[in-house]
């Protein structure tokens, strides 16, 4: 029986593009003895993803996101011997870059419409934390990068067999270190994301031979 290769209708390799409203509620650092409230305001977030198909409609991969997070900045002191460089202050407006770097496994696809399924584990990085009027960095003078991970459900649909357009509601965990806080102190930034997207396939995934 002469054996061949059966190629499916789907991309082998996906990339996608897309935009979201992010809100967070912040973060309680101990080794600054400070806290950034994110306040839950909606910022713009941005985000990138290559995936590789495993099987039909679904398929693993990396993503990345981005976005410039206002908060409000509070410390309980001006000093701190623990904190890694940067100024306090006792409560003032500052912004800090907020990227996210996690491997990423998706389900969902085809034409029409369809069920989307998102699942990511990775690490989020605080960085560049300035304080708004005089542009002064903020302790700790390095950021910090957490764990963070991530569920999305939402619905897509398929222009075609190589272009989907989705809506995603994406819910994430990150989680700062207890160092320096006291009990009962939450060391969790719960995020939210409402992201459109576009991805777009390119070859032809061969799932199996026969």
């Known amino acids: ?4 290769t059966y190629t499916s209708a789907e991309s082998a390799i996906w990339v996608s593009g897309g935009i979201a409203g992010f809100t967070g509620q912040g973060v309680n650092d101990g080794t600054s003895a400070s806290t950034w409230d ?7 977030q941005y985000r990138a993803s290559l995936e590789k198909t495993i099987q039909n409609q679904s398929s693993f991969g990396i993503v990345g996101t981005y976005v410039r997070v206002p908060f409000i900045y509070r410390s309980s002191t001006t000093t701190s011997p623990r904190a890694p460089g940067g100024a306090r202050c006792a409560s003032c407006d500052a912004h800090l870059n907020m990227m996210t770097l996690a491997g990423t496994f998706h389900i969902g696809g085809g034409t029409g419409f369809h069920q989307v399924i ?3 584990a990775g690490v989020a990085a605080y960085r560049d934390l300035k304080r708004d009027d005089d542009g ?14 991530s569920a999305g459900y939402g619905f897509g649909y398929g222009l075609s067999q190589t272009t989907q357009i989705n809506l995603v509601q994406d819910y994430s965990i990150a989680l700062h270190e207890k160092k320096g806080l006291s009990n009962g102190v939450s060391n969790t930034n719960t995020v939210r994301a409402l992201r459109v ?14």
């Not at 994110?38 to 713009?44: H, L, Q």
């Open 118 to 120: 998102d699942l990511s």
């Open 197 to 210: 997207s576009v991805r777009y396939g390119f070859g032809r995934h061969s799932p199996r031979r026969r």
């Open 1 to 4: 029986q002469r054996r061949g």
């Open 38 to 44: 994110f306040g839950n305001s909606t910022s713009w």
């Open 136 to 149: 002064s960095a903020l302790a700790p003078a390095n950021g910090n990068i957490d764990p963070i991970f």
